[in-house]
């Protein structure tokens, strides 16, 4: 059982390039998450989506674009990348909160480490 | 300005004993709060939780007590295990919106 599968699991980019992270997830959840974790900082979210088609922006959204065309799929854009985006990206996705249970546990994929030079 | 905040950055601990984690929150408005439990090259795995309805949840070797009045929360594991060897991350939510705070983790290392 895959759960959240993230590519790539690596990458090192030049400043100014692009690149788009790839994340999918097996469970038919509705709500995906981008998360960044930096050292001494935890994980801080990115961009949200709480169903396919739909987006909406985390704590630290800047030089991040996110698209979410199928429900199984939530993509993390860097446009221009800058050696400030250098940090392990994590995806996540969960059942609608609210459901029975309140909040709902998020599943987390293993990470993309990405470095900008 | 960090609203979760776990300040203690490692502990180490005999296998056996007892593990104490703590987390200190600011903001008033968090009403669930959560435990990740995260391995090297792994993502985070959800651990235990506690509404702030409560101010005890267990399960297992885990237990989560909550403070409201001091925000702050607490895991404990008892008896600690080398496998519990890990680093510890808190969260906190409110209205159910699922969008995560987290604290900047403990690394937790079980000697045998």
């Known amino acids: 059982n895959a759960g959240v599968t993230q590519t790539p699991k690596f990458r090192v980019l030049k400043t100014g390039q692009s690149m788009t992270l790839l994340c999918a997830q097996d469970?038919?959840?509705?709500?995906m998450y981008w998360y960044r974790q930096d050292p001494g900082m935890g994980l801080r979210l990115i961009h949200y989506?709480?169903?396919?088609?739909?987006?909406a922006k985390g704590e630290v959204p800047d030089g991040y674009n996110v698209s979410r065309l199928k429900k199984q799929n939530f993509l993390l854009g860097l446009e221009s990348a800058a050696p400030s985006q250098t940090s392990v990206y994590f995806c996540?996705?969960?059942?609608?909160?609210?459901?029975?249970?309140?909040?709902?546990?998020?599943?987390f994929g293993d990470g993309t480490r990405l470095s900008i030079l | 300005d960090q609203q979760v905040k776990q300040n203690s950055p490692s502990l180490s601990v005999q296998e056996g004993r007892i593990s104490i984690l703590n987390c200190d929150y600011t903001?008033?408005?968090?009403?669930?709060f959560l435990w990740y439990k995260k391995y090297p090259a792994e993502g985070p795995t959800f651990l235990i939780s506690?509404?702030?309805?409560?101010d005890k949840n267990e399960d297992g070797r885990f237990t989560v007590f909550l403070n409201k009045s001091a925000k702050h929360l607490s895991l404990h594991i008892v008896p600690s295990q080398p496998g519990d060897s890990a680093v510890y991350f808190c969260?906190?939510?409110?209205?159910?919106?699922?969008?995560?705070?987290f604290g900047g983790g403990t690394r937790v290392l079980v000697k045998p």
């Open positions: 506690i509404s702030s309805i409560k």
């Open positions: 996540a996705s969960s059942l609608v909160p609210g459901q029975g249970a309140g909040n709902q546990p998020q599943h």
């Open positions: 969260a906190a939510d409110q209205a159910a919106g699922n969008k995560l705070t």
């Open positions: 469970m038919n959840h509705e709500y």
């Open positions: 903001n008033s408005m968090f009403d669930y």
């Open positions: 989506s709480v169903g396919e088609g739909t987006t």
